[in-house]
Structure formats: C-alpha cells, structure tokens
C-alpha cells in the first residue's frame, strides 16, 4: 500500500472511491502489507475470506444502483478485538484454549460490513479483556505506538495499536473499566465510550455483562461518531440493548460548562498533569466556564469495580474455564477473577445499593454541566515498571475512568498533545448516558484547532466536514421571540435545543409584525416579493419536540422553511388570515433590527 494510504481517514477512504482513484481491490494489496510478526494482530484476513468480502461489497453496491453514499462504510478496512465475533473467523479472547469459530457475526459487526467495511483481522487484548495494560496476552505485550518500551493500554491494545499507525481506519474495543479510551490516550487517537446499550451485546465474550460496552477507535472524533452512528441499533436479542430516548443534548453551546475534580491525581507524573493544565487553559479560550467539583463519590464508586464484590462478574463470566482448565488464564487474570468467589450473595446486594447511591450523586454532580473534564489516565508505566507492579499501576491507570460504566455515563477520550518525553497524553469527557452526540459535537471543537499529527501517523487533521444535523434531532429556524435573548428562547434552551448558526432564509419571504402579541411576535410568510430574513438554526432532541410545538399558540405554526442556501428545515409560519391587520417589516429584514427601531 502507498504510504499516502496509511492513515487516511473516513472521508479519504470516500473520496477515493468516489472519484474512481482506488477501487476496494486496494485492500488485497493491504493485506499483503500487514507485518507477520506484528503482535497487534491475533488473526489477520486470509485472501479467500477477503476475495468473498469484496464480492460481498459488490452484491451490496449493485442492490443499491452503484450509489455508494447508500453505503457509509463502502469498502473502509477496520478491525475488531478478538472478544467480538466474526462469522468464520476463531475468537480467542486472548486464551488459545477459550477459542471457537464463530457461526454468525457480533450484532455491530453485522451492520459494519452492510454498511460496506470490510474486516481486516482480530487484535490483541489483555486475556478475557481483564486489564488496562495491554500486557496480559499468551500473544504478547502490545507495544506503546510512539514508544515500544510503553505500554499501549489496554484491554483493548490491539485495536488502538493499529489504528494508531495507520493500518485500517477504524477499529472495534471494548469498555468495561476504561478499556476503550486508556488505550485512546496511550496512542493519541480518539476512543468513543457510547452509553450502555446504544451498541449491542450480541456476539461479544462478556467481561461484566451489566457494564460492558463495545467501542470505537478512530483518528478523529467525526469517524468515531459516525461509526458509532451506524453500528448503533436497538437489539431485541441482547438483554441490556437500550432504545435511545433522544432526549438529550446533541451538542454545546458557545460558550459551555465543564467539571472538573477539585482534586487531581497523577501519581507523581509531572508530565502528564502539565499536559492536563494545558488543556485546561485552552478549554477557557474555546469558551468554556470550568468549576471544581467533589470527586470522591467518583473514585469511592471507581474503587468497586476491582475492590468488591463486582469482580465477580468477571468471575461468572470465566466460570466455565475456572472449572476445566484455570491454568489456561494468565496469572493476574486468574487472580482477579478468583477473587470473586469470597463474596457472597449479601455482598452482591450491597454492593448494589452502594452503586446506586453513588451513582445518583455522580449524575447529580453532573447535572448542569456539558461534562466532566479528567485525565483519561494519570500516568503512564514501561513494560519493565508493569512487570514489576501489575496490579498497582493497572488501578492507577483506571482511576479515571472504572466509575464510568457502574454510573451510566458517556464518554469520548480524545488526543490533549505530546508529553515532553515526546509520548501521548490524552484527556476523557464525560457526560450522563445518551449525551454522546453532544460529547462528539464537544470532542470535533477540541481536536480541530489541535496542532497535532493524527494517532503515530504524520498524517494532519483533515479540513472538517460541512456540519450536519445529529440523527435523534430536529434542526428549527426561529425568526422571532425564541431568537438568542429574546422573552420565549427558554422554550428552546430549557429543552436542550442548542444554537447552531445564524443564516438566511431564501429570498421569497415576507416578516409581519403580529398586533396584539404578548410578547411581541413576528409573523413570516412566502411571497414572491420578498426578500431573505434573518433566522437562527436550532439542534432540538427528537423528544422534546413535540412539547415545543404544543406550546406555539395560534396563529403561529411550525412547517418547512426554505434557507438561502436551499435547506430545508422546519420553521415557523403563519397562518395568512393573521396577516391582514400586521404591519409589513421585511425591509428591517429581521426582527432584531424591528425591534431595536421601536426603542
């Protein structure tokens, strides 16, 4: 493969194939590429399974008229965590004696590949994805992408790793305690923790049943977000899949409200906390109001994951290979997970009623914040420190991020720069669950003035794709009194809505100022004589709709308005009966300008 090709993104994959410069063959020159003793790779695709992956994409392509656009996906390599199934391919979890051949794929790579990826190979992990190390493998410690002597992070080692370097444009983790977005941070890529149950379950070897989620890695925070978009589906068959109740936020403000702890921990690190106040520095100048928050109920609630009687989660999850052959597990591991047959049914309770108490303060702690703003790991260890500490420096690794899944919290780890060691150090927003639109929106702001070179590629951020509008939302122009400061936009702000742009409409509308208002209220209407008016744009829950439109009394409505640029979205209308005692004020040209004449 030419070096152009390695780490091209999402929409560089696109463009290549739209404008006929590659066509998916290129991918059987890839595989040819794929270093053999890259230990990154559990399992990499054979030319047959990848011949009859192409003529899969094919079959795709021509039930869809050629169009590729119908495939988001089309002919994009990716990878997954060889704790996912894949049909015909050996799932390890790490443990060459746990393995089988998998009869149909995971429910997330099933939509993956309709939507037109194409499966590169299976990664490396901690065994039974038990760790944040990436150390705890029968294949071998996976090596930090900028420095082998490092860490890579794990569970989920693999999948960073090769995403880091370039080799496919995006990879599937997994999160049970962090391992989605600690390898994120060690690697300098993106890793994208959605909410429990927004991907499903099915066809994943569980580590924690009730709080585990897959994941996605990416060079950026748009290819994470959209891959997330189409893996993501309700899923009758996996118990703790979840219907997205498209109530929250899809994104922030101008400006927007970030937590932080009051008390921050790097173990000494110097360079990981001198990155972390950067950050900090440049979250003010993007607009945000930073304040200090009590984190203890956040790490009491971090600490029992590994500490508690939750461990044994991980021990009913292995109890099949604990009975017939426990000297197949990794010593730590086994170690681990051993641990949870001294609790008991009592404890299990307990500890429940513990986790939802301090997850209720954690959620309430959150409330009026766009998010929590951490380290997404303190620090960062050797391989010959690992080996030394392994169960030590794991905790340490995970002190940020093993309260996430136990709180039903969202995440997004995203690159914060290079450490003066010349290593990755990332940085983790967090938010209640279903706000991962919004963290994504957050996360595209942050990386985008990032001067910094895409995972251990020398590859620069590409220039940012149009914005669209978040599935789950309805984007609404307001002409009037729901403008920015004006009496009625609490209707849009206190149900999330969120302002995207200021613009145009096209030039065939009229604006009427309504007699006998409270508040004063416009009236717009299509006339070929008019002319454009001003607007804003407004991103609103899906679900929150309806009760917005339940409250515009008559003779205002909602219907589809035309933009200056030729969208389409929904606006306010006014019923023509209404307009016969208004006073015309197109010329002021928005209700802004009106108002400000009648001071």
Request: hydrophobic share 45%; glycine share 10%.
């Given at each position: 493969m030419r070096n152009e090709q390695l780490g091209w993104t999402l929409g560089e994959w696109q463009a290549a194939y739209r404008s006929q410069a590659l066509t998916p063959d290129i991918l059987l020159t890839l595989a040819g590429t794929l270093p053999a003793d890259d230990n990154a790779w559990i399992s990499r695709v054979q030319p047959q399974q990848l011949r009859d992956q192409l003529a899969q994409l094919a079959e795709r392509l021509a039930a869809v008229d050629g169009d590729i656009d119908q495939l988001p996906l089309y002919g994009v390599p990716f990878a997954i965590k060889d704790n996912i199934d894949a049909a015909g391919w050996e799932t390890t979890a790490a443990c060459p004696e746990f393995a089988y051949t998998a009869k149909a794929d995971a429910s997330v790579v099933a939509r993956l590949r309709a939507a037109g990826a194409i499966l590169m190979g299976k990664t490396n992990l901690d065994q039974f994805a038990t760790g944040l190390v990436g150390t705890r493998s029968p294949y071998g410690a996976v090596g930090n992408s900028f420095n082998p002597d490092y860490?890579?992070?794990?569970?989920?080692?693999?999948?960073?790793?090769?995403?880091?370097?370039?080799?496919?444009?995006?990879?599937?983790?997994?999160?049970?305690?962090?391992?989605?977005?600690?390898?994120?941070?060690?690697?300098?890529?993106?890793?994208?923790?959605?909410?429990?149950?927004?991907?499903?379950?099915?066809?994943?070897?569980?580590?924690?049943?009730?709080?585990?989620?897959?994941?996605?890695?990416?060079?950026?925070?748009?290819?994470?977000?959209?891959?997330?978009?189409?893996?993501?589906?309700?899923?009758?068959?996996?118990?703790?899949?979840?219907?997205?109740?498209?109530?929250?936020?899809?994104?922030?403000?101008?400006?927007?409200?970030?937590?932080?702890?009051?008390?921050?921990?790097?173990?000494?690190?110097?360079?990981?906390?001198?990155?972390?106040?950067?950050?900090?520095?440049?979250?003010?100048?993007?607009?945000?109001?930073?304040?200090?928050?009590?984190f203890s109920p956040f790490q009491q609630l971090a600490e029992q994951l590994y500490y508690g009687s939750w461990v044994a989660e991980r021990t009913v999850a292995l109890e099949g290979m604990l009975a017939s052959n426990a000297e197949a597990i990794n010593p730590v591991v086994r170690g681990i997970v051993e641990n949870g047959h001294k609790y008991s049914a009592c404890d299990a309770y307990k500890a429940e009623y513990l986790r939802a108490e301090l997850s209720r303060r954690i959620n309430d702690t959150l409330a009026g914040f766009d998010a929590l703003l951490v380290p997404t790991s303190p620090t960062i260890r050797t391989l010959a420190e690992m080996a030394l500490e392994p169960v030590l420096y794991n905790s340490q690794f995970g002190f940020y991020t093993n309260f996430t899944n136990l709180a039903d919290l969202s995440a997004l780890a995203v690159p914060a720069g290079l450490r003066s060691d010349g290593l990755p150090c990332g940085i983790t927003l967090i938010a209640p669950a279903w706000h991962d639109a919004a963290l994504a929106h957050l996360g595209k702001r942050w990386q985008a003035g990032l001067d910094l070179s895409l995972g251990a590629t020398e590859r620069n951020l590409p220039q940012p794709a149009p914005a669209r509008q978040v599935p789950g939302s309805v984007r609404v122009a307001v002409v009037g009194?729901?403008?920015?400061?004006?009496?009625?936009?609490?209707?849009?702000?206190?149900?999330?809505?969120?302002?995207?742009?200021?613009?145009?409409?096209?030039?065939?509308?009229?604006?009427?100022?309504?007699?006998?208002?409270?508040?004063?209220?416009?009236?717009?209407?299509?006339?070929?004589?008019?002319?454009?008016?001003?607007?804003?744009?407004?991103?609103?829950?899906?679900?929150?709709?309806?009760?917005?439109?339940?409250?515009?009394?008559?003779?205002?409505?909602?219907g589809n308005l035309t933009l200056a640029d030729g969208r389409s979205v929904k606006g306010f209308i006014c019923e023509p009966w209404a307009l016969a005692g208004a006073t015309d004020i197109t010329e002021f040209g928005g209700w802004r300008a009106y108002m400000a004449s009648r001071k």
């Amino acid at each position: 493969m030419r070096n152009e090709q390695l780490g091209w993104t999402l929409g560089e994959w696109q463009a290549a194939y739209r404008s006929q410069a590659l066509t998916p063959d290129i991918l059987l020159t890839l595989a040819g590429t794929l270093p053999a003793d890259d230990n990154a790779w559990i399992s990499r695709v054979q030319p047959q399974q990848l011949r009859d992956q192409l003529a899969q994409l094919a079959e795709r392509l021509a039930a869809v008229d050629g169009d590729i656009d119908q495939l988001p996906l089309y002919g994009v390599p990716f990878a997954i965590k060889d704790n996912i199934d894949a049909a015909g391919w050996e799932t390890t979890a790490a443990c060459p004696e746990f393995a089988y051949t998998a009869k149909a794929d995971a429910s997330v790579v099933a939509r993956l590949r309709a939507a037109g990826a194409i499966l590169m190979g299976k990664t490396n992990l901690d065994q039974f994805a038990t760790g944040l190390v990436g150390t705890r493998s029968p294949y071998g410690a996976v090596g930090n992408s900028f420095n082998p002597d490092y860490v890579s992070g794990g569970s989920s080692s693999g999948s960073a790793s090769v995403v880091a370097r370039g080799l496919v444009a995006f990879s599937l983790g997994t999160d049970t305690a962090g391992s989605g977005r600690v390898p994120a941070g060690f690697n300098n890529i993106v890793g994208l923790k959605p909410t429990k149950g927004r991907l499903s379950n099915t066809g994943l070897v569980p580590a924690c049943r009730t709080v585990d989620c897959i994941s996605v890695f990416a060079l950026t925070v748009e290819d994470a977000e959209t891959v997330a978009g189409v893996a993501a589906a309700y899923d009758g068959s996996d118990a703790y899949s979840r219907i997205n109740p498209n109530t929250a936020p899809v994104a922030v403000g101008a400006t927007f409200k970030l937590a932080v702890p009051a008390s921050l921990e790097f173990f000494g690190d110097a360079q990981n906390q001198a990155v972390f106040e950067q950050a900090l520095l440049r979250f003010r100048s993007l607009g945000a109001e930073i304040t200090a928050v009590d984190f203890s109920p956040f790490q009491q609630l971090a600490e029992q994951l590994y500490y508690g009687s939750w461990v044994a989660e991980r021990t009913v999850a292995l109890e099949g290979m604990l009975a017939s052959n426990a000297e197949a597990i990794n010593p730590v591991v086994r170690g681990i997970v051993e641990n949870g047959h001294k609790y008991s049914a009592c404890d299990a309770y307990k500890a429940e009623y513990l986790r939802a108490e301090l997850s209720r303060r954690i959620n309430d702690t959150l409330a009026g914040f766009d998010a929590l703003l951490v380290p997404t790991s303190p620090t960062i260890r050797t391989l010959a420190e690992m080996a030394l500490e392994p169960v030590l420096y794991n905790s340490q690794f995970g002190f940020y991020t093993n309260f996430t899944n136990l709180a039903d919290l969202s995440a997004l780890a995203v690159p914060a720069g290079l450490r003066s060691d010349g290593l990755p150090c990332g940085i983790t927003l967090i938010a209640p669950a279903w706000h991962d639109a919004a963290l994504a929106h957050l996360g595209k702001r942050w990386q985008a003035g990032l001067d910094l070179s895409l995972g251990a590629t020398e590859r620069n951020l590409p220039q940012p794709a149009p914005a669209r509008q978040v599935p789950g939302s309805v984007r609404v122009a307001v002409v009037g009194a729901h403008l920015t400061g004006m009496p009625l936009n609490f209707q849009l702000t206190s149900r999330n809505a969120v302002l995207v742009e200021q613009t145009l409409t096209a030039s065939h509308y009229r604006l009427h100022a309504l007699p006998g208002t409270v508040p004063p209220k416009p009236g717009l209407a299509k006339d070929d004589s008019g002319r454009s008016i001003i607007v804003e744009l407004w991103d609103m829950p899906i679900a929150r709709f309806g009760e917005f439109v339940a409250e515009i009394p008559a003779p205002l409505g909602i219907g589809n308005l035309t933009l200056a640029d030729g969208r389409s979205v929904k606006g306010f209308i006014c019923e023509p009966w209404a307009l016969a005692g208004a006073t015309d004020i197109t010329e002021f040209g928005g209700w802004r300008a009106y108002m400000a004449s009648r001071k």
